[in-house]
């Protein structure tokens, strides 16, 4: 069975760190970009970075110098690194896996998703 599992979620400062893993299963991924998405409530899933299978990344505006997504391809492992974390950054984090190589933001271009993990920030 195909899995995507993250983990390093939890409740930070403003001003802090987090490093969220995501373990995939049933299959490499190392053919694949990867991705995360983030949604808090009230918004629509948006994705926050991108690593190509080639290592190129992609990061939304917001996140820009503060988050860094990188890959293990011998451990079948995602990371996204996230410093500097304020109030806006809190949503509930997901990892994706697509096999499609050119970028895209959309949601529904993702084929495999893990079940999320919660990231909370206080001010």
């Known amino acids: 069975q195909e899995q995507l599992v993250e983990s390093g979620g939890g409740l930070v400062q403003t001003g802090g760190s987090l490093r969220l893993s995501c373990a995939a299963s049933?299959?490499?991924?190392?053919?694949?970009?990867m991705g995360w998405f983030r949604q808090a409530p009230g918004s629509e899933r948006e994705l926050v970075a991108r690593i190509s299978r080639g290592g190129s990344t992609y990061y939304a505006d917001s996140v820009k110098g503060r988050f860094t997504i990188s890959r293990d391809d011998a451990k079948n492992t995602l990371y996204l690194a996230m410093n500097n974390l304020n109030t806006e950054d809190a949503a509930v984090y997901y990892c994706v896996a697509t096999r499609l190589v050119i970028l895209s933001t959309l949601p529904h271009d993702y084929e495999w998703w893990g079940q999320g993990t919660q990231v909370a920030v206080s001010s």
């Open positions: 049933g299959r490499s991924f190392s053919g694949y970009a």
